[in-house]
């Protein structure tokens, strides 16, 4: 397995909802990546993991909570959003931190 | 802070053609530098990674390069096709990852 996936496609939410992003990886890496992207912007670095710990949080707000259960799996939680943060959450592995970066196809977030 | 530059912003060019397109960057202290290409709502595809140490890399009709005194980097695109219309992006790693605005490359039939 070479890819990287995220579920679900397509979320919208609105903003007292509770809901989560899902990123799944089978390839052995142990860098995960999250990544925000608004349109015709490029990607801005939300969170970075390495194997497993919490390396870097660029200020991200605590709306957002990411969560690495193991070296496989990353998950974004998300809680209160505002609609400024509806954008592309595209995560994002490398075999360690700053190898060559492989995307997922991303999950397209609506908040109303 | 590391600083990206991608010039031009969008670029339209025939069948066949043959194309570079620019990335500069003010810190060179990097880790390594990749490019991307992006299709319209998708994820991004890794094109090419050169490492702080390398001056070019190559996968088929696209060669790399690095130019760590000048802030710069190219992406050589041979015998463009229409399949090649996507967003450019490079990518500086360097304790964290910056990403270029793009590039928008059309490619006309």
């Known amino acids: 397995d070479t890819e990287v996936t995220q579920t679900p496609k397509h979320l919208v939410m609105g903003m007292t909802n509770k809901k989560s992003l899902k990123c799944e990886q089978h390839m052995g890496h142990r860098a995960m990546y999250w990544y925000k992207q608004k349109a015709k912007k490029p990607p801005e670095l939300m969170f970075v993991y390495s194997y497993e710990k919490l390396s870097i949080n660029e200020s991200v707000p605590s709306r957002f909570s990411p969560e690495c259960p193991n070296s496989s799996l990353l998950n974004l939680h998300l809680h209160a959003l505002q609609p400024e943060d509806s954008a592309l959450y595209l995560c994002?592995?490398?075999?360690?931190?700053?190898?060559?970066?492989?995307f997922g196809p991303g999950t397209r977030l609506t908040v109303l | 802070k590391q600083e990206v530059t991608q010039i031009p912003a969008a670029l339209s060019v025939p069948e066949g053609e043959n194309l570079v397109l620019n990335c500069s960057f003010t810190d060179s202290a990097i880790y390594n530098l990749q490019w991307f290409r992006q299709d319209p709502g998708k994820g991004l595809t890794s094109l090419l990674l050169?490492?702080?140490?390398?001056r070019e890399q190559t996968s088929g009709r696209l060669n790399a390069s690095l130019d760590k005194s000048s802030g710069r980097s190219t992406l050589y695109i041979a015998a463009s096709q229409p399949g090649d219309s996507a967003t450019y992006l490079c990518a500086l790693n360097a304790g964290k990852s910056t990403f270029g605005d793009g590039t928008t490359l059309t490619v006309k039939p």
């Open positions: 050169i490492q702080s140490s390398q």
């Open positions: 994002a592995s490398s075999p360690l931190v700053y190898n060559e970066q492989f």
